[in-house]
């Protein structure tokens, strides 16, 4: 693609990650709310149960985590924002790097195509 391309796409990915960085703070606030409604209302029953009810609200914490990172990760590697002559992803640093530069930082060739 070429380098105006490449901007296009960039700027349409990381509005993406943002719009995702506010939907996963609002899951995490309302995990949060449901810990605290379980609490304030099963406070007793919680209290008998208190290791297992940890256990499980760091687990479901410990899998939300994964979940986010995993739905990251196959955003990123479905992106189209690829070196021109070798392929690699070029996310982050890497991008503005081939961007200031014209030259991929993986292998040094040129990044974006030609127009
Ligand atoms: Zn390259």
């Not at 609002?26 to 208190?50: C, H, K, Q, R, T």
């Not at 189209?80 to 200031?100: E, N, Q, V, Y």
Request: hydrophobic share 50%.
């Amino acid at each position: 693609m070429t380098k105006q391309e490449f901007i296009k796409q960039k700027k349409l990915f990381d509005k993406k990650f943002e719009q995702n960085d506010i939907f996963y703070a609002v899951a995490f606030v309302a995990l949060l709310l449901l810990n605290w409604l379980l609490v304030s209302y099963f406070g007793a029953l919680i209290e008998s149960w208190i290791v297992t009810y940890l256990i499980l609200l760091l687990s479901s914490l410990f899998v939300c985590m994964r979940w986010i990172k995993k739905l990251q990760q196959r955003e990123i590697s479905n992106s189209d924002l690829r070196c021109f002559s070798c392929h690699g992803l070029l996310i982050g640093d890497l991008a503005d790097l081939a961007l200031a530069t014209d030259h991929c930082p993986k292998c040094g060739q040129h990044a974006f195509e030609n127009p």
